[in-house]
């Protein structure tokens, strides 16, 4: 007999990753014919079906671009519904790859596009180190909303299953810092995110402008911001952590436009 204790948060995340595996994560945009089924996420990867209105953003946005997108980059995959939508909106024609630090989310994302039939390339890389040099007409990131806190008392250390849920204070700096080296010439970096952080005073900036002001690549980008209202369900989520505060806006989705200057001579 093996022996072993787990604590009482891990134990429950094992229940509810096996009820989200079995019961499947059903998301409007990619409800059948589009799909074969739901998504069904693997252990230790963020998955929830609310709210949906960055993925809404981001599909007017694959809609309305005039950019031709030969090559797309799902960064920070996940369990895939990025990856899916790209598939979904642009069809087979251009080379779709997905990609995750999270050993989990490779094996997962990787075993979701076997069950869906999409011919999507699933890779571990850690941001850019792992790409082997490849450059993309478009790279898509949905990194987390909130910063990593730091463990209390009793707690296990943090893990790269943490990452899923929230971003280290590295995280962008070096996103901006890469993102010139993995776009084509006049290639965008599209990232979906949201106030959430800054209106409940998490942080006293956003992380996004912050790591830019600082960034090598700072004069490199043109970019652009497009806000919408969270849906109803998005607005009545809550993250657990408490509030600081008062709450100066309520929280809204994002979707940054960082489209890379063709270089001139």
């Not at 309305?64 to 598939?87: K, Q, W, Y």
């Not at 006049?186 to 979906?192: C, E, N, P, Q």
């Not at 369900?233 to 809204?252: F, I, L, S």
Request: proline share 9%; aromatic share 10%; with cysteine.
């Amino acid at each position: 007999e093996i022996a072993f204790a787990l604590p009482s948060g891990v134990l429950l995340g094992l229940v509810n990753a096996w009820q989200y595996f079995q019961g499947g994560l059903r998301f409007p945009f990619l409800a059948p014919p589009r799909l074969k089924g739901p998504i069904r996420p693997f252990y230790g990867v963020y998955a929830y079906p609310h709210p949906v209105t960055h993925f809404e953003l981001l599909m007017e946005w694959l809609k309305n671009t005039t950019s031709p997108i030969r090559s797309a980059l799902d960064l920070g995959t996940g369990c895939g519904v990025v990856a899916l939508l790209l598939s979904v909106v642009l069809g087979s024609k251009p080379a779709l790859v997905a990609s995750d630090v999270s050993v989990n989310a490779v094996y997962g994302a990787k075993e979701e596009m076997k069950r869906q039939g999409v011919q999507v390339e699933v890779i571990q890389a850690d941001l850019f180190e792992g790409l082997g040099g490849r450059k993309f007409d478009l790279v898509v990131f949905n990194p987390p909303w909130l910063p990593l806190p730091q463990p209390s008392a009793g707690e296990p250390p943090r893990t790269k299953l943490d990452s899923g849920n929230f971003y280290p204070e590295d995280l962008f700096p070096r996103l901006f810092d890469g993102l010139p080296e993995v776009l084509n010439p006049g290639g965008t970096a599209v990232l979906l995110f949201s106030n959430h952080a800054l209106s409940r005073k998490y942080v006293e900036e956003h992380p996004f402008q912050a790591a830019m002001a600082g960034s090598k690549s700072k004069d490199r980008f043109r970019t652009r911001l497009f806000t919408r209202d969270f849906d109803l369900e998005g607005r009545r989520r809550r993250t657990g952590r408490p509030q600081v505060g008062v709450v100066d806006e309520e929280p809204r989705a994002e979707l940054w436009e960082f489209q890379l200057e063709e270089a001139t001579e």
